[in-house]
């Protein structure tokens, strides 16, 4: 993919959009912009199905919806709330840890910085972009396995790791995309893009794509 054919193929894939899944946490945040259930969801859906992570979710903030009434539930707790999520073991403890320093060091208040962010427990670059663009409406680039995969699929930047990519995408990606990007390629790598196989006879975007690595379609 060149440069200047950014615009045509996020252009495409926003139109396509609507007729896939949209990640739960960004049609969460539509519906209520709230940083901590922003932080706290995606730290769930950390190695976790989209529907488990939203059940989780629900299940855990109708029990606490603050960090001062998530740190008076027990781990046993929190645990039965957000299970069968991923490692929810370790998942409930980060919870935890998370809530206590939201309240000691940031007056019971998620931090819009990503750097404040990444010092958190249990939270990365990906779930500390997430919080900044669809928690506080910041700009900052989400770069999860599906932006990772498919930008170096299709040649837009060359990178081995998430944390490379979203290096290479602050520098040449257009900062009008970089808070959308993260939800189109995600619903498009669930969907169409997929890591082996991907159904490139239904790809929308295929006439901009290098398939870099690609071995195997249909």
């Known amino acids: 993919m060149k440069a200047n054919e950014i615009h045509a193929a996020l ?26 259930r922003v932080l706290i969801s995606t730290m769930l859906s950390l190695r976790t199905k989209d529907a488990v992570t939203a059940l989780a979710t ?3 903030f109708a029990l606490a919806a603050t960090p001062q009434k998530m740190l008076a539930l027990t781990p046993r707790q929190i645990e039965k709330a957000i299970y069968p999520a991923g490692f929810y073991h370790t998942k409930a403890r980060q919870i935890k840890k998370v809530c206590g320093i939201l309240l000691e ?7 819009n910085e990503i ?7 249990g939270v990365g670059r990906k779930t500390a972009n997430l919080v900044v663009t669809i928690g506080f409406g910041k700009p900052g680039i989400c770069v999860d396995t599906h932006v990772h995969r498919i930008t170096n699929r299709w040649g837009y930047v060359q990178t081995k790791t998430p944390d490379k990519t979203e290096v290479a995408l602050r520098a040449k990606l257009p900062a009008e995309y ?8 995600v619903a498009f790598g669930q969907n169409i893009c997929h890591p082996t196989s991907p159904k490139c006879s239904l790809c929308p975007v295929r006439a901009y794509c290098a398939r870099v690595g690609v071995t195997r379609s249909r």
């Open 178 to 185: 970089w808070i959308e990007i993260n939800d189109h390629l």
């Open 105 to 111: 060091q940031f007056d019971g208040r998620v931090p």
């Open 115 to 121: 750097d404040a962010l990444v010092q958190l427990p």
């Open 11 to 36: 252009k495409i894939l926003r139109a396509a959009a609507p007729q896939w899944h949209a990640p739960y946490v960004s049609g969460m945040a539509e519906r209520e912009r709230t940083p901590f």
């Open 58 to 60: 629900e299940k855990l």
